[in-house]
């Protein structure tokens, strides 16, 4: 069904305009927009109820600018039929009729051409032929009908209606045609029908410079007729797609040119605007002058991409999402800097913090641990007021409750972590890895720099706030952290008290503390600004991050699927006692056993009734698996799947032939993190090691030693599964990378050439320990 109004046709009726003239002398909005308020913040759009999509020429043409882009309008009619459909108004304001009617007319002048060349000459071959310029009036005539069977023939694909609204500016400026409209359209939204509204082109006069009133903006293209309509319907979203990723400081593709995330109306000033689009009769200028206007009128807006193959298919159902797409317009600035701007001070703060000497960065890190005991009573204050709310809420875990929680004793401990930190921090930074002596004065060496900027992402665990600071700056490393809100107070001073470290040497911005109401996946999103992702909590957290990251590495692992299996050489005493402790310790830790392979020769000996009389005694609730399942009449069920991160006081059993077999089980079921041999057998012990292809593989040790502070590391950043950079427990040597230092005494690649007279040397020296005072940056 196509339901078709043309608002200039619409009956005016004896309405005054007496009311509306003095609204607009006043400078107020129009009479059918009461003052609204518009979203502060980009996480409130997803209580967006009515929403306008406004289509530029750009978006809905192809490139030749002859005919549509049907892919693109696909997949937009798809995401506006998702958001209708979940109970949303929408509405849509399009280009494109222009494009159509011109595709269509130059079909038709072409074979009228033909056929009169055709009969002209006798033949059917077709000599050259000139196209005539095309109206653009005409154009849009022969369009129109055509663009709306388009829209009806893709929206009935998704059981929704439509309906056609051409408009011009008089029917913005007369009060009761005005008002005829906005009838029109609560009326079609009330009976669920998705309004497509256009400037009716064919009629409509060149636009007039400066025409505006005051209160009042001119329909002089599709972007101020979306905002206009945008007021005029109360709308609470304002969507407005175009060539362009947003709104820029500067013309795209200019050197510094920086895409703006959040534009708030005072920074207008401040933008640089470029040439408008390929197409259309609008440019940036004219968006961002709808927008303010919109804005201003209740109405938020986000200005985007509407052609980029990668995101068009869910631009709008993102933006809608609170996604950081495009640019956001927005009245309430907040009051500290935003995400990008701390990202920039934080890179400048590292490089100073990098070229430091080694004994300023410790002094640094000393501070740190002083202050973690002067200011004890104020960070336990905080970190109690987290703990009561966390309490009080009654949905925290009382694993996470623990974690949360801090003590003097915990306090203790991270003060000696840091001074252990600072000792090993001496020879970090600017350390000489390789020595090569290239050929006759030409020496190069590699040396050992910061990676740069360090996103670390943790949730309920504000202990890892002063170590991971500590790490970075022992390490040189720019910092921005983001906790969770269940830890926000506490988090908030250890910040502070990290910064106050910094501050003795001038490098306190080096770490920032995320607070705002940044989405981890839009923090994943900074390519080019964020140099390395280290997640630090649950295995979905890992995933989340893992999945969301475009483009920047990320530091971790997904799942903790440890196993510990017992040979049929393993020691009695040796086994009881590292199958309880990587399992009981503490079940909730990524090295924690999840899986006991046990050797078949093993099933019905005094050793296998004791493991299970203490995994029964330490309340462990057992799974078994399907080798084992079928050995046993009655007992626990079969586990649904050998691939489980329990993360609690379960485990599954699972029985094996034989050590190869016990390594393709671990090699297929498991996550690479750590895996245990228990024997007394050297050569299949020897033969384990070398085969499983873990992170962390021990002998005879429990699981739980794949920890940074085991190995003597003095802390960890985590855990690493990957196997490029760091793998196995990350400390102060995983934060580093290498660059490469070339000394020459006026060399060119020609000198050693045929005709050249130098030869290459390429001879290892040796490398000298690290001097005091060394400086390097990245």
Known sequence: ?????????????????????????????????????????????????????????????RGDECGLALGRLASIVEQVAM??????????????????????????????????QALHSGQNQLKDMSLPVLEARACAAAGQSGLMALYEAMFTQYSICTAQILVTNLDFHDEQKRRNLNSTLHELLRMNIVPIINTNDAVVPPPEPNSDLQGVISIKDNDSLAARLAVEMRADLL???????????????????????????????????????RVG????????????????????????????????????????????????????????????????????????????????????????????????????????????????????????????????????SLAIGLRQIAVSSQDSVGRVVRRTRVANNLELEQITVPIGVLLVIFESRPDCLPQVSALAIASGNALLLKGGREAANTNRVLHELAQDALSIHGVRDAIQLVSTREEVEDLCRLEGMIDLIIPRGSSQLVRDIQRAAKGIPVLGHSEGICHVYVDCDASHDKVIKIVRDSKCDYPAACNAMETLLVHRDMLRTPMFDQIIDMLRTEHVKVHAGP???????????????????????????????????????????????????????????????????????????????ADGYRFGLGAEVGISTARIHARGPVGLEGLLTTKWVLRGDGHTAADFSEQGSMKYLHETLPVAPSLPGQRTSN
């Open 1 to 61: 069904m196509l339901l078709q109004f043309f608002c200039s046709k619409l009956a005016v009726g004896p309405r005054s305009l007496q009311t509306f003239r003095r609204s607009v002398s006043q400078g107020k909005m129009p009479l059918s927009r009461a003052h609204g308020k518009s979203f502060a913040h980009r996480g409130e759009l997803r209580q967006a109820k009515r929403i306008v999509v406004k289509l530029g020429s750009a978006v809905v043409t």
């Open 83 to 116: 958001l209708q459909n979940q109970g949303r108004e929408m509405m849509i304001v399009t280009s494109g009729a222009v494009a159509f009617g011109k595709q269509r007319l130059r079909h038709e002048i072409l074979l009228s051409q033909s056929v009169r």
């Open 239 to 277: 969507i407005a797609l175009s060539d362009v990723e947003g709104l820029y400081d500067s013309p795209p593709g200019t050197d510094d040119a920086k895409l703006l995330d959040t534009f708030y109306p005072g920074d207008q000033q401040s933008i640089t605007y470029g040439t408008k689009s």
């Open 281 to 412: 009769i609008g440019g940036m200028e004219a968006k961002v002058k709808a927008a303010l206007w919109a804005l201003q009128g209740g109405t938020s807006v986000v200005i985007a991409n509407g052609t980029h193959p990668k995101v068009t298919g869910h631009v709008i159902t993102d933006i809608v999402e609170g996604k950081k797409l495009g640019t956001f317009f927005s009245e309430v600035k907040p009051a500290g800097p935003t995400v990008e701007q701390q990202t920039d001070m934080a890179r400048t703060a590292g490089r100073a913090l990098a070229s430091l000497h080694p004994e300023q960065r410790s002094e640094i890190i000393y501070t740190m641990a002083d202050l973690l005991t002067e200011k004890r009573e104020e960070i336990l204050s905080a970190n109690k007021k987290d703990m009561e709310l966390a309490v009080n809420s009654g949905r925290m875990p009382a694993a996470m409750l623990k974690r949360l929680s801090l003590s003097p004793s915990k306090l203790n």
């Open 627 to 705: 080798k084992f399942a079928s050995y046993l009449t009655f007992g626990p069920s079969e586990v649904k799947s050998l691939r489980t991160e329990y993360g609690d006081l379960e485990c599954c059993i699972e029985v094996v032939d034989s050590i190869q077999e016990a390594v393709d089980h671990i090699h297929k079921y498991g996550s690479s993190h750590t895996d245990v041999i228990i024997t007394e057998n050297e050569e299949t012990a020897e033969q384990f090691l070398q085969l499983v292809d873990s992170a962390c593989v021990f002998w005879n040790a429990s699981s739980r030693f």
